[in-house]
Antibody, heavy 124, light 106 residues
């Protein structure tokens, strides 16, 4: 059974860079139908998709965050990572990593596996 | 950008049917998925490809999608179904979530 788990600092200073890593266990990242995603949820609010990486290195990003976000994968380590630059208090959230199923053109796409999430607080 | 709209809250009595809607432009031409999230837990998929239930999800959960609206229906709602529910779809290489609906079982 595939599992994903987030790790990284729980506190980041305003204007600095938030960095998180997601480790995949119990399965391979090199699946043609799997995308590796980051999603966040501010306290008491809804889910916001941040972006995704494919095992080939191809990425997709939420247009509202694209200028500050980088997602990359190291399939040999079975890890993928998230960097968000120039963070502010608005970036305070629980950050989830997840595996998303995607058919050929992603007409059918949905999340199969989620990590437990990590709370990242941006301090001034 | 594509948007999905959900009612902020829905209330239902135990044993009754709860319906949660998700509206988006021509959503019926896309697939919709639904996730249940309980406090302190990550979301869990309850419906995918509009109508399919993952293994282990009770039969009382069902979905439909037509026109501009996808609907999650919970028949014979139980107290354990009280949670936040999110719809999700895909547009222009972007995952889109609805704003979420808090289901209260009174």
């Amino acid at each position: 059974h595939l599992q994903v788990q987030e790790s990284g600092p729980g506190l980041v200073k305003s204007s600095e860079t938030l960095s998180l890593t997601c480790t995949v266990s119990g399965g391979s990242m090199n699946s043609s139908t799997s995308y590796w995603d980051w999603i966040r949820q501010p306290p008491g609010k809804g889910l916001e998709w941040i972006g995704s990486v494919y095992y080939s290195g191809n990425t997709d990003y939420n247009p509202s965050l694209k200028s500050r976000v980088t997602i990359s994968a190291d399939t040999s380590k079975k890890q993928f990572s998230l960097k968000v630059t120039s963070v502010t208090a608005a970036d305070t959230a629980v950050y989830y990593c997840g595996r998303r199923y995607c058919d050929g053109d992603c007409f059918s796409t949905y999340f199969d596996d989620w990590g437990q999430g990590v709370l990242v607080t941006v301090s001034s | 950008s594509y948007e999905l709209t959900q009612p902020p809250s829905v209330s239902v009595s135990p044993g009754q049917t709860a319906s949660i809607t998700c509206s988006g432009n021509k959503l019926g031409d896309k697939y919709a998925s639904w996730y249940q999230q309980k406090p302190g837990q990550p979301p869990a998929r309850v419906i995918y490809q509009d109508t399919k239930r993952p293994s282990g999800v009770p039969e009382r959960f069902s979905g439909s999608n037509s026109g501009n609206t996808a609907t999650l229906t919970i028949s014979g709602t139980q107290a354990m179904d009280e949670a936040d529910y999110y719809c999700q779809s895909w547009d222009s290489r972007t995952v889109v979530f609805g704003g979420g609906t808090k289901l209260t079982v009174l």
